[in-house]
């Protein structure tokens, strides 16, 4: 019996021919040509001056809660409905998150992000404090879940009526623009793209911080190489980090981001057979913004409760005839170190996270394959 896995790395364009050259070249730590032309690559296409490659997306998240100002004692806005690693950096900082729900693109909910700051918050001389705790109310962070857009137009106007910096988590998003061209990432003051193994492009770890604030991301350069003002008598004025990506991954980077265009419309062409196939019979996919041209990155069947199989059984017959599928994350405010912060009404996020099952979507899976998940996911509905 084959395995069809959830979503796997599709190397199939010039990854070996640079890596090779890098390996030539001698370079291979976080210094060498390959880590240079993949921020400029990625730079020019999503269209921003300046990207600066780190070894995670994680890490990326970490130095734009530090550059936008996120502090201990502060609280940063961002949703339950996420990977956690978009939370954890702001506990790194000493913050602590507050949890708002999501809307029907299981992004960011600017109406209840605006209910949050308008009836529980005060604005004070260019600064939100929550009246409850007390907290400044430091930054607002926005997902793009799934390769989905939020309503970035929305969010936007918000935080810029409040002051706040607003973050994208685009680590899901990279190739998803809105209707003009303006790609997921550039939206705000800050955007974290990554390229881990499953994502629609991958370095097998790694992540890149756009920005067009140049002496921002200047500053986060700076960090993310041990915070060095002199490099040859090892002098450091901040507390650094060590999160440059390397150049063996910038290789890698560069023959996938050639790619990516590619992987894009085989996304779309595998999205709309699942759809169609699916739609015949009553089941329904989560869907992208028409308005939007997204990347598809991960495709999410809504597994109602009057099937007659739970989703979690579904999930363990599927294994069983080699289709891997996986839940939607656990909402983080229902993980341990997340259980005592504030929230906010959260039921539509408490509502998707009991349906959705996310089925098999790498960019290699042929139409056979898929045709096969339909078939096995279509014979188990009741």
Known sequence: MKRIPLSVPNVCGNEQKYVDEALRDGWISSVGSYVNKFEEKVAEYAGV?????????????HLAYKEAGVQSGDLVVVPT???IASVNPIRY???????????DTLCLDPKKLETFL?????????????????????????????GNLANMEALCTICHKYSLPLIEDACEALGTKDSTGKMAGTFGDYGVYSFNGNKIISTGGGGIVVSNHEEHLKHIRFLSTQAKTDSWYFVHDEVGYNYRLTNISAAIGVGQLELLEGFITRKEQL????????????LKMMDFRKDTRSNRWFFSLLWEKDYGMDRHQLMRELKEVGIETRPIWGLIHHQKPYQHCLHGDLAKSEYYIDRIVNIPCSTSLTDEEALYVIQEII????
Do not use: M, W
């Open 271 to 282: 999205y709309n057979l699942y759809r169609t196939k699916f739609e015949e019979v009553g």
């Open 118 to 146: 308008e009836n529980e918050c005060e604005y004070k001389e260019g600064i939100v404090i929550h009246t409850e705790s007390g907290k400044v109310v430091r930054a607002v962070v926005v997902v793009h879940i799934f």
């Open 379 to 382: 014979q188990r509905k009741g």
């Open 81 to 83: 409905l996420t990977f």
């Open 93 to 103: 900082q000493g913050a602590e998150p507050y949890f708002i729900d999501c809307d």
């Open 49 to 61: 001056q300046e990207a600066v490659a780190v070894g995670s997306g994680t890490a990326g998240l």
